[in-house]
């Protein structure tokens, strides 16, 4: 069996008066867990979904040893692979940010902008790391499943109707 840390779940947050979020206490407890008891929130963009990732210290690792592997391989087959520009796409757009023992974190600018983040988001937990979307988006999104965009649909329209923040 793997040691890996597995997000999963949902939740809502919105921004405070002070643009903060806050991480879901489930997984800022694996958060914590997988970046070595620290309160180390790591932040990058999704490349194919338009929301942003979130994972602890591990998963960097791990996105990094996944390279080398792909290295090996395409060395052994006699493949080119251009390690640097796959490092680049996914270590180079990530962000570590700290967070208090609340769970509050303040969301990269320039994170918030390519995930059209403004005050509110909605986390997804899948797997080896978990999705913070901009509620519309995820909605909008037809590859997710129906159960969820009808969650979040429920959610902004419960939240128009002024049923929650």
Same mark, same amino acid.
């Given at each position: ?23 879901? *206490?489930? +997984?800022?407890?694996? @958060?914590?867990?997988?970046?070595? $008891?620290?309160?180390? =929130?790591?932040?990058? /963009? ?44 996914? *270590?180079? +757009?990530?962000?570590? @940010?700290?967070?208090?023992?609340? $769970?509050?974190?303040? =969301?990269?600018?320039? /994170? ?54």
């Amino acid at each position: 069996m793997s040691d890996a840390i597995l997000y999963s779940g949902n939740a809502f947050s919105v921004a405070d008066g002070k643009g903060r979020f806050v991480l879901p *206490l489930e +997984m800022r407890k694996l @958060v914590v867990q997988a970046s070595a $008891g620290a309160n180390k =929130l790591c932040l990058s /963009i999704h490349l194919d979904n338009g929301c942003a990732t979130g994972f602890g210290l591990s998963h960097k690792q791990f996105l990094f040893d996944e390279v080398e592997e792909l290295e090996r391989l395409a060395r052994e087959a006699g493949r080119d692979f251009n390690g640097d520009l796959e490092r680049e796409n996914r *270590l180079g +757009m990530i962000e570590d @940010v700290n967070f208090d023992d609340g $769970g509050r974190f303040f =969301l990269h600018p320039d /994170i918030k902008d390519e995930a059209g983040i403004t005050d509110a988001v909605f986390f997804y937990g899948v797997g080896r790391y978990f999705q913070i979307w901009k509620p519309e988006r995820l909605v909008e999104s037809s590859d997710r499943p129906a159960l969820i965009r009808n969650k979040v649909k429920r959610w902004i329209e419960a939240r128009a109707a002024g049923a929650t923040k």
